[in-house]
Each structure stands twice: as C-alpha cells, then as structure tokens.
C-alpha cells in the first residue's frame, strides 16, 4: 500500500469533492416547479393538498401535513399532544438537536436516555427507567435511517400512558417488523431538506392515523385556524398561533420528490451495502449493523472507529482521509456530530429563552434535572468512534465510493503498521480539535 498523502503520498482521490447535499433535481422537478410559477400560486394552495395525499399514500398512513422544516414537524405533534410547561419528554442524546430542543419549544423539559451500543437508537430499558409521574411523551429517532425498537417503546407508552413522535428526519422507508417507520408512533415527522432522502430544499411533514392529532397539527401548522371551516377559519384563533406552512413551490418538488423516494432509498442501500462489502475486512474499524427488528435505510453511511486497534481517535482518521481527497473537513464537526447532545452547552447551562433557566429550573416544574458527563455513556462512548464517513448520496457513481473504500482501506491499514511499529499518530492541530466545539 502507498504511503499516506500526509506522509508526501499521492492522494487516493484528487479534484472533484463527493456529493453530500447536492438535491436530486432532475427535468419532473423542474417542469413541477414552473408549473406552479405559470399558475402564479406560490404559496401553499393546491400542489400542498396533492403532496400531502402522496405522502400519506406512499407511506400508508391516514394523514398527512406538510410543514416547514423537520423540526416545525415535531413541534406540531408535541403542541398537538397537549405538551407543555412541567413536563418531562423522554429524548435520545444521538441526534440532530432538532430532536430534543423541540421539546423546550413547549416549556417542557427533555429527559436524556440512553441508546443501544450496537444500533445507536434509543435503548428501551433506559427509556423505562427514566419515565417519572411528569413523563408525557418519547422521541425514538431512527438514526441514520436504522429503526428504534419500538414495540418495547409502544408498550411503556400503552403502560404509562405515553405519547411518542418517531423523529424518521432521516429514515424514511425503513421499515420496523414490517410496518414503515413513521407509523407506528402517535405521529412519524420527516424532514427534507437537501440531503435526507427526499428532499424539497427546506421543508418536513408528519403523518398520523389519528383524526383529533390531524387536525390539532394542522391547526398548529397554520395560526390555529380550524382545517373543518376551511376559510371560515380564518379567525377562529383559539390556541397559541404559530406559521409553519410550506411552499406550493416546495410542495411541487416534493410530489416528484414522493414518486421517486423507492428508486432513491434503493440507490442509497445499494452504495452503502456496497461499501460494506469492500470495507467489511479493513482493520480497525466496523461497518453499519443491520437491526434484526427491522430493515434499515442509509441516510449517511457511518463506521465505528477502534481507536485500540488503529491506535489514533477519529480525528486524525478524518485528517488523514482529507488529505487522501475523500472527507471534506468543512464536515469536521460531525465527526463528533455528534456531541452527546446532553452535554451541548444549552442544556450543561440550562438556558432559556427571555434568559431565564425555564423550562429546566422553573415554577411549573417540580422536578430536578442535571446534564453533564456520565448521563448517558453509551452515547457518550460512541460519539467518541462512530464516524460519519460519507452520505450513501445516490447520484454518488461507483468511482466515487471505490475512491471512498481505498482511501479508507488505506489509511486503517497505515494506522495499524504505525502503531505496530510505535509511530505517534499525531496529524490532527489544535485548529482541528477547535472545531469539534467543547468536550
Ligand atoms: C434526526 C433529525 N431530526 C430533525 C431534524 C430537523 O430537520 P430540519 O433541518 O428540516 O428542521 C434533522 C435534520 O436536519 C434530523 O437529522
């Protein structure tokens, strides 16, 4: 094998970057967006409704609503739930943010539990002992597209009384036990902005099965007016008002976007099974683990680094693939992305918003709740080794990930003969370390 392109080598890859949010915008998208132009109705008008009934046909649920972004869509269902100031909504620290500050945006107070070593999703066993009297809801997130074991996670609901919003921002098409994310919760919510796996360049949804959760979302999508009045509603504003609604300009890519998600999700596994199949053997690190609960989808393609076999931490196997052409360090953070999000500054200062410490030292609050290091060490652990190595984008040709696959080989294979022959590993500065934020 070569010599790495830090140690003077010639990169595996030079020139042109990989994808990672580049939109899937092909000729249906582009004659759907001029359409609505020519009909000169932007705004969410009649292209919403057909997107909202292609959504929920494809998914197979009952409703559908269309809505801003991804984290507008679990503010929906949390409002819709009747969450609000002293409660408790059990959340997942391997996330966005979006899935656990969502919960402040009600005044109630997120809970972290702890996840899975092998999967990454919430782990239902530390779900159950962090539900107290004040517990209202849960967010299993399917991470990376894996699904969350849900049934243990339905019957604490059942059990406790529970609502739960499946947060399959990046998962949609995965299926658990043979139903598909998203509907087996109380609401599923998506997001598409350009990236995930279908993409409307900002933009999310909910779907549900539920009627009374349907129109509450919907009221909470569009200044609490009554979806049943239609435009008599307009000002029946009887619950706090808020503006989530989406483009019809949006809505018209999305249609397009829905008609192509099974084409889109295929590619996508076929990449990522691609790369586990060159990448299976390399020493020192682990390819994506397949649920036995469920079929995944690939949102990102993510290894596990062992830091005792490559003798190095993430951070230099992140320097060490830039400098070979495949890792764009514009990306740096999400190698610790994935900071635990219990130990994100928000939540170790409790900060609210007016600058108070609500929701989390609060009147209407009557209990405790600390964040810091050691709440949650599964999380903790693997934010320190699992690397988010490429999206499974699928316009990425196979070029592209044989250059990913060598690269990485090559730089796991280097790592272990250093450390075999007590070479430091020491690439990454301080600069790099800055960037990965505190921890
Ligand atoms: C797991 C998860 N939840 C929620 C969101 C929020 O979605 P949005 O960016 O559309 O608000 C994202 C991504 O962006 C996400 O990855």
Not at 93 to 97: E, G, K, M, R, S
Not at 230 to 237: E, L, M, N, T, V
Not at 310 to 313: R, S
């Given at each position: 094998m070569s010599s790495l392109a830090l140690d003077g080598g010639t990169p595996v890859r030079s020139g042109k970057p990989l994808l990672v949010?580049?939109?899937?915008?092909e000729d249906e998208e582009l004659q759907a967006l001029l359409a609505v132009a020519l009909k000169k109705k932007?705004?969410?008008a009649e292209a919403a409704l057909d997107y909202e009934r292609a959504l929920a046909d494809w998914f197979g649920a009952k409703h559908a609503i269309a809505v801003s972004n991804g984290t507008t869509a679990l503010h929906i269902a949390l409002a819709a739930f009747g969450i609000g100031p002293g409660d408790e909504v059990i959340v997942t620290?391997?996330?966005?943010?979006a899935s656990d500050s969502c919960v402040m945006e009600q005044n109630a107070v997120p809970i972290f539990a702890d996840v899975d070593p092998?999967?990454?999703?919430?782990d239902p066993a530390d779900v159950e002992r962090k539900i107290t009297r004040r517990t209202k809801a849960i967010i299993p997130v399917s991470i990376m597209g894996t699904p969350v074991d849900l049934d243990p996670i339905m019957e604490l609901a059942r059990k406790h009384n529970l609502w739960v919003v499946e947060d399959c921002a990046q998962s949609p098409g995965a299926t658990y036990k043979g139903k598909k994310v998203g509907?087996?919760?109380h609401v599923g919510t998506f997001s598409t902005i350009s990236?995930?796996?279908?993409?409307?360049g900002e933009g999310g949804f909910v779907i549900t099965n539920d009627d009374d959760l349907y129109d509450k979302m919907w009221g909470y999508m569009d200044f609490a007016r009554k979806r049943s009045l239609?435009?008599?509603?307009?000002?029946?504003?009887g619950l706090p008002c808020t503006n989530y609604r989406i483009t019809n300009m949006q809505a018209a890519i999305g249609i397009e976007q829905v008609k192509k998600m099974d084409r889109l999700i295929a590619k996508r596994n076929e990449n990522a099974r691609y790369l586990t199949e060159r990448l299976?053997?390399?020493?020192?690190i682990e390819t994506p683990q397949e649920p036995p609960w469920g079929e995944r989808v690939y949102y990102y393609y993510a290894i596990r680094i062992r830091p005792e076999i490559?003798?190095?931490?993430m951070l230099n196997f992140a320097v060490a693939l830039a400098a070979e052409g495949i890792?764009?360090?514009?990306?740096?953070?999400?190698?610790?992305?994935?900071?635990?999000?219990?130990?994100q500054p928000l939540f170790l200062t409790k900060s609210g918003y007016g600058?108070?410490?609500?929701?989390?030292?609060?009147?209407?609050?009557?209990g405790h709740v600390e964040y810091g290091p050691g709440l949650c060490p599964v999380a903790e652990q693997a934010c320190e080794e699992t690397?988010?190595?490429?999206?499974?984008?699928?316009?990425?040709?196979p070029g592209d990930l044989d250059d990913i696959a060598t690269a990485v080989e090559k730089v796991a294979t280097a790592f272990v003969a250093k450390k075999a022959a007590g070479t430091p590993i020491a690439y990454a500065t301080a600069e790099h370390r800055a960037k990965l934020g505190p921890g």
């Open positions: 949010e580049t939109d899937v915008f932007l705004r969410r620290p391997y996330t966005f943010i092998r999967y990454l999703t919430l509907t087996i919760g990236g995930k796996i279908t993409s409307t239609g435009a008599a509603s307009k000002y029946h504003w299976k053997d390399v020493p020192g490559l003798g190095t931490d890792y764009d360090l514009g990306y740096l953070s999400t190698t610790r992305w994935i900071i635990p999000q219990h130990l600058k108070t410490k609500c929701p989390f030292e609060c009147p209407l609050y009557d690397f988010w190595l490429t999206s499974a984008h699928p316009l990425l040709e």
